[in-house]
């Protein structure tokens, strides 16, 4: 049977604690968009996915349980779709890298190591699992903490961790053979 009682943790204008459509897309447009964007590499596309999907939230609002992860959840499969719609390569920019950007002592050698590492993070994250791909954008993309990421997916927190954990330990283990180290 579906639930249709208030939802709380965010609050409406009057600070009540009901949960609105209006006051949920003042608190997550912002991270929707950016997360969007990390998956399909083009703003105006993410836009419009990001507006679809509330639209489509609008319309379904007293069908939908949990609407904050129903959100994260409709836009994950619909950028799915564009890439696979449009085969589409992701990740492919420096800026989208996620890699903190160079530091003013910086020399060319290092710069060039840098980015070396950043492709060849790029195409291993690529190489993940759907699953584990949105985990590692979320937390070290997005920079969400383990409890929200577990709110957009609907893994428990503890399973968040652990599974981030054996993903880094595969990356890291990919990555060690090419030379390059948790310091590049």
């Given at each position: 049977m579906?639930?249709?009682?208030?939802?709380?943790?965010?609050?409406?204008?009057?600070g009540v604690g009901k949960l609105t459509l209006r006051s949920l897309f003042a608190c997550e447009e912002a991270a929707l968009l950016r997360y969007a964007h990390s998956l399909v590499h083009r703003r105006a596309v993410a836009e419009d996915i990001v507006q679809?999907?509330?639209l489509q939230l609008?319309?379904?609002?007293d069908e939908v349980e949990t609407p904050k992860?129903?959100?994260y959840r409709s836009v994950r499969n619909k950028a799915f779709n564009y890439i696979r719609d449009h085969k589409?390569?992701?990740?492919?920019?420096?800026?989208?890298?996620?890699l903190p950007g160079s530091v003013q002592t910086e020399t060319a050698e290092d710069h060039i190591q840098r980015r070396e590492?950043?492709?060849?993070?790029?195409?291993?994250v690529e190489q993940l699992d759907e699953t584990d791909r949105q985990l590692v954008k979320l937390k070290y993309f997005q920079g969400l903490k383990y409890r929200d990421i577990s709110e957009h997916t609907g893994l428990s927190v503890s399973n968040v961790g652990y599974r981030l954990h054996h993903i880094l330990?595969?990356?890291a283990g990919k990555l060690r053979p090419l030379g390059i180290d948790?310091?590049?």
């Open positions: 579906l639930k249709t009682t208030p939802r709380a943790k965010v609050p409406d204008e009057e679809e999907v509330f609008h319309a379904r609002w992860a129903w959100l589409m390569e992701v990740l492919n920019s420096d800026e989208q890298s996620g590492a950043a492709v060849a993070l790029r195409q291993l330990k595969q990356l948790g310091e590049s």
